[in-house]
Structures are given as structure tokens and as C-alpha cells.
């Protein structure tokens, strides 16, 4: 479905889902004390979004409930071949008590690209859309109003059938479940340190599931996360798994290079996730004039452009992060500082635009916003 959906034919959708509500809600001198300095993926709002799918009913059972454990039986799929997926997104409150989301479409469609990768049912547009609206309005009172702070919206699909067999599962379940979260840079931004992982890989080669939102790749990053922390570094950048020569992305964030010249390289699709993130700070650079190229980039050119000042700055972006500055880059045999250890020029004017456009304090001129409540 390409149409972007009106308000009122959210309403429609949203009236599908069957609101349950909690028996225990959170109090709200509770809720103004967990909001007050949210910590991120730790705190979750009193309901969840739910839609089922049996193999012979497709997907019913539209409804909000309290959010709660699952009673899942040793046997589920899931737990043994790992069938799921997940999508990570955001709902910001703006000045005039308004909420919305960014680009919910793109989550929707990334979501059942995901789904057709790993052999689980594509849930409509219309019904990721819903769910998300449906639980939104359920815990507005959930979405926090403080600066660059955001309501985590998670949505995610998992093989919930009781059957120890390698093939899709019958029985699969949708959820969204949804974290108020605070300013990632509490602090404020600053640059990160990268470590270039030469011996481990988030994903193989195209054909392989990098391109998927799914657990699994997030799994095989943890390790060599975990050895770049142990060396003093934030986070650790993927090479491609087929060469180990080119640039991929982080554990969970895209990567760009601002040349000497104005143009802006990222590496190209195919083997790395398709992060809208990434897909939105092209479109706000091409509108600033720089030429955007999307392309195979030799770790060893990016080094010595960095050593050269033919690249002047290297940042991330994502959804939970927005745009991260990169301040260092290192692995077993270099060691390069990038723009002096301080954050790019672009790199904040990117960042400042996409958050300004996100919370309401920037013409919309995309149409990428949809209000949630």
C-alpha cells in the first residue's frame, strides 16, 4: 500500500484493535517519577499491542493489553531457530501536546521485507500502523515531554508454534511494546570512539540476513562489541563478510564520510540493514547541495583519507542515537583521531535539522511526520 494513510482511515484501523485494559495501572506519581529521568529499554508503559497469526487464519485477534510475560511453552520455535524480527521507532511529543512518528511507512515495509526473509507472514501496512496508533493512544499519558525525549515504540514478530522441526512455524505472534527514553547523549552529543573489527562479521554477504532486522545479527555483534569495550572503545564498525575489505556499519548504526570536497559517501545496501535514519539524513544532505554517493568503501581509503584530511568527518545514525559524531578510529595497526576529536560541522547541522523535523520545531516539507494522538 504506497498511499500515505489520512487520519481518518487511521481511525478505522485503529478501532479494529480490541482495548483491554490493565486491572494496574501505573499511578501517576509513579509514572512522573519514572519519566522524569527515563532509562532507556528499562521502563515499559502499562500496555502492549498484539495481533496472532495461525497458518490457517492468517492474523486475528486485534488487540490492546496489559503489558505482562508471555507464557511460552519450552518448545517454542523461537527459542530454537531464532525466527523472529524487529523494528525500532519513535513517538515525539510536540509543544502543542500532539503526538507523532517519523516515516512509520518505511518501518512498516522494512518490517515485512524482514518477515519475507525469515519465512514469517508479512503483517500489512495497515496493521503495523495500527498497532503502534492503537498502543500509543492507550499510554499517551506515557510519552514524555522533556527535551530529546522520545517514547521507544518496539515492535517485533516471533515463531511462538510448540515444534521442534527446522521449517517456518504455523503459530506466529506481532507485538509492540513501548519504553519512554531520555536524550541518548545525556551529557550531550559527543564523539565516539570506533574500534574496526577485522575478525568477526554482524552478517555474511548479500543473500545472507544483514539486510534483515532480525536478532540474530544483533547477537553475533555483541562479542566483538564486547572486546572493543574491554580495549576502551564505544562501539566497533563491521567490515563485509565475503572480502573484509569494505566499510559496513556498526553494531546497530549506519556510517557516513564527509570528504574535503562537500560530497558524502555511505556504503551501499545490500549486505547492511536499509536504516531510514540513514535513508532520511541522504535526502536532508542532497537538499543542502552535497552530492550523496552510496558505494563500496575500502576501510584502508577511509583511513588514509583520514590521515590525508581528504575526510573531514565520519559520523553514525540510527534511531535511537539519531547522528553520532566519530571522534577516533582504530584497530590492531592504526590509530586515527577524526576532525580533531570534535564533532563535525555537518554532522550537527544534519543531526539539529532531522530532530528539529522530528519534535515539531522544523517545517515538515517531506511529509514524513504522521500523527499518532
Known sequence: MSHHILP???EDLVARFEVRRTGAPTTEDERTSLLAKPKFGTVFTDHMARVSWRAADGWTDRRVEPYGPLQLDPATAVLHYAQEIFEGMKAYKHADGSVW???PEQNARRYARSAHRLALPELSEDDFLAS???LVRTDVEWVPGGEDS????????FASESFLGVRPALEVEHLVI?????????GGVRPVSIFLSE???RAGPPGGTGDAKFGGN????LLPQLEAQQRGFDQVCFLDGAESTYLEELGGMNVFLVMADGTIHTPELGSILEGITR????QLARDRGHEVVERRIPARELVSGLESGQVKEFFACGTAAVVTPIGRLASSDFDVEVGGGEPGELTMALRAELTDIQYGRAEDRHGWMRRLA
Request: glycine residues 2%.
Open 178 to 186: 513501548a519504553s519512554p527514553v531520555g536524550p541518548y547523549f545525556a
Open 132 to 134: 503502534i496508533a492503537a
Open 279 to 282: 535513508r532520511s539524513i541522504i
Open 150 to 157: 522520545s517514547l521507544y515504540l518496539r515492535p517485533f514478530m
Open 218 to 221: 544483533y547477537a553475533a555483534s
Open 101 to 103: 512518528t517519523f516515516r
Open 199 to 201: 575478525k568477526y562479521h
Open 8 to 10: 481518518a482511515e487511521l
